[in-house]
């Protein structure tokens, strides 16, 4: 049976493969494990072994060519044996080359068979690719991912790691899942591992541009504010904040219409049952929470240490959403722990809770502790769109601007009037990755404006 | 230093130690004008009389009995079973009396008496005569268990278990009789319980016992020609084991393959392996403990057979080579 040589996923957050040089030809003899042929990702060159020994053939990708990974691009085929009757000629398939790349989980649509084959195996559904009409993902896709290598075992999502591996990501602090192992079947070893750590710490190295020194002050006076307690507290964290972490930031535009529309329903509800209402920034919270959990590097730690040792990024299993709250001497950021998992109407009445007791000052340090995500709302004071500084150790935070009524083309390119809200995330470039913000946002995006896809 | 085999180091323990003590004395089949089926006590009846070197009828479990008892009131007899495959008609002395005396009597008694018996394949003489049961002593709490590999250590070993006031089964090994080695003129005694690293190296630790010793370092310079660097650990006395200096070999190496002749099932290995996994080793293991041992069958009488039945140098090499490359 004709084996297929597909796009391998050799990056953590790889897309898309691209062909630098086929090593063998069509009709060449191959062994299982020789290099046929390189391949290039955005981040790196490397080469690829042949997954059974055989003829090569109907080689599909010529090389420059970029197809999303999990493609098939080649065939090994027995001697004598024909090329599948799926497998279109290079000619014809160059007519289609563009291949769709999925932005984000929301705009990939699966075949109900694929997704439960893919549930049943603990494949992630997100990591392969469609080949079905409109990049769908079919079951022949979902075999094609089973069939690739797996870089971590079998075990039911468990990592395939050597007790020496897992203790030096112990001590390191590495999540054991983010490495490819060098072992037999994938498993992880201690020297996986070590490499792991090395290439972090490299990528963990940032220069610190030193502050200049306040000169002069103008002539006309200044009163003086002593820099204690809370104001203290914000200068030092933040000056921290932004002259440690490397911040990017994205901004998006939303279309707040279904969102209003929804919020208007809940708080219908309340209305009815005299429960807490539900105001945007409570509703914002839970969607930002759900999100969040399919987006782990947003919610996560950078831990740098002293040294080589230690260094790490934590991502954390729960999503401890913290709102900022303007007080009239600064601001206090309480928390809304485990935010994912309470419902939109806990989250309301939570928030409230928070929000009045910190503008009294009733707020426990437990409290305002432990988030590790932040909402800055400054749309009720009107602002458009603004940058936030994170708010450290986290690794990002939300800055929310005001819904405002905006003249937009719809879907159909006529002029309409929508209520728009500009919403600029802040992140930590050391931890995320261009890419993976622009996943988060354009996930949020979508359920923001369909927060049907909530469900 | 002058060179001598294992086979006279056993012998030259034992001479040296009658001299000095008064108390030792053999006992055994064949062990008077014949010398021993091995020769170990050639010559030393002339040297010490009829009433030290003492000729049994063929009961291993008689002469067991009369060597336990001889020891209970104060000698120090050394038992010599012709092959460790009679040990099981001696089991019964061995096992149910001179392990359990000195606990049955609150620490009153002892039995200091030594059980030397040569075990292992590869003289073509089967079933009857080519057992490695070890382990089976190793089970059995008052018992211990010496298995030396070189004639250094045979003699230092033999004086220490001579000397010790509990039973020891001293289990040589009968291709290792012709192997020759430094040996110090002098008595001089190893103590029990004490490892040896025979090599040292930092890719992957061997531990093996008896034959398997010198087969592993032979492994062990082969791959060294291919940049593999192999650490031999030697525990020379299988009961007390020397943990410690086991697990400090692997935590370094972060690999282990433990080699020994006698059969995998039930085997030794089962029971260093169980011993590393325990202890702080664990979390420093970079591959499955792996064991190389005897096939789970008699030892047959076919020479290659035989020789195909227990480790050999090219089993070692392979299995080691396929650990460090990471394919276990």
Known sequence: ???????????????????????????????????????????????VESPASGILNGILVEEGETVPIATTIAYILEPGEALPDAAPAAEERKTDQKVPVRQTDWEVSVTPVARNMAQATGLDINTVSGSGRDGKVTKKDVEAALASPQPFGNGEGKVYATPAARRIAAEKGLVLKSITGSGPDGRVQSVDV??????????????????????????????????????????????????SIPHINFSASIDMTRFNEARAKLNARADQNGSTRISATALLAKIVARILTRH???????????????????????????????????????????????????????????????????LAPSEVREGTFTISNLGPFGVEEFTAIINPPQAAILAVGATKPKVVPDADGQVVVRPIMRITLAADHRVVDG???????????????????LL | MREITYLEAVREAMTQEMERDETVFMIGEDIGPYGGAFGASFGMLEQFGPERILDTPITELGLTGAATGAALVGMRPIAEIMFMDFTTLASEQLVNQAAKLRFMFGG???????????????TGA????????????????????????????????????????????????????????????????IPL??????????????????????????????????????????????????????????????????????????????????????SEAFGYLDAPIVRLAGKDIPIPYNRTLEYHAVPQVEDIVAKARDMVQMKV
């Not at chain 1, 002069?216 to 933040?238: H, N």
């Not at chain 2, 089976?136 to 268990?145: E, I, M």
């Open chain 1, 435 to 453: 890419a993976v913000a622009a996943h988060f946002i354009a996930d949020l995006k979508a359920t923001l404006e369909e927060p049907v896809l």
């Open chain 2, 126 to 189: 089967a079933e009857h005569h080519s057992q490695s049961l070890e382990n089976w002593f190793v089970h059995v709490p008052g018992l211990k268990v010496v298995m030396p590999s070189t004639p250094y250590d045979v003699k230092g070993l033999l004086v220490a278990s001579i000397r010790d006031n509990n039973a020891v089964v001293f289990v040589e090994q009968k291709l290792l009789y012709k192997t020759k080695g430094p040996v110090p003129e002098e008595l001089y005694e």
């Open chain 1, 194 to 243: 070590l490499a792991y750590a090395a290439a972090a710490q490299e990528v963990a190295r940032t220069t610190i541009v030193p502050v200049p020194e306040f000169v002069s002050a103008p002539s006309s006076g200044y009163e003086v504010f002593p820099l204690q307690g809370m104001r203290r507290t914000i200068a030092e964290r933040l000056t921290a904040s932004y002259q």
């Open chain 1, 296 to 362: 782990p590097w947003l919610n996560s730690s950078f831990k740098d240490a002293q040294g080589e040792q230690g260094a790490a990024i934590h991502l954390f299993n729960a999503v401890n959403l913290g709102i900022a709250v303007a007080l009239e001497e600064g601001l206090i950021v309480p928390v809304v722990r485990d935010a994912a998992n309470k419902s939109v109407a806990q989250i309301a009445a939570e928030f409230k809770d928070l929000a009045t007791r910190a503008r009294e000052g009733n």
């Open chain 1, 1 to 47: 049976m004709a084996i297929d040589v597909i796009m391998p996923k050799v990056d953590m957050d790889q897309e898309t493969g691209t062909v630098a040089r086929w090593l063998k030809q069509n009709g060449e003899e191959v062994r299982q494990g020789e290099t046929i042929l390189e391949i290039e990702t955005d981040k790196v060159a490397i080469e």
């Open chain 2, 193 to 278: 319980g004490k490892a040896d690293v025979k090599r040292e190296g930092k890719d992957l630790t061997i531990v093996a016992t008896s034959i398997m010793v010198p087969r592993s370092l032979e492994a062990a310079k082969q791959l060294s020609e291919e940049g593999i660097d192999v650490e031999v650990v030697d525990p020379r006395t299988l009961r007390p084991l020397d943990e410690e200096t086991i697990v400090q070999s692997v935590i370094k190496t972060g690999r282990v393959l433990i080699v020994h002749e006698a059969v995998k099932t039930g085997g030794f290995g089962g029971e260093l392996a169980g011993v590393i996994a325990e």
């Open chain 2, 108 to 122: 009153k008694a002892t039995v200091p008496m030594v059980l030397r018996t040569p075990a292992g394949s590869g």
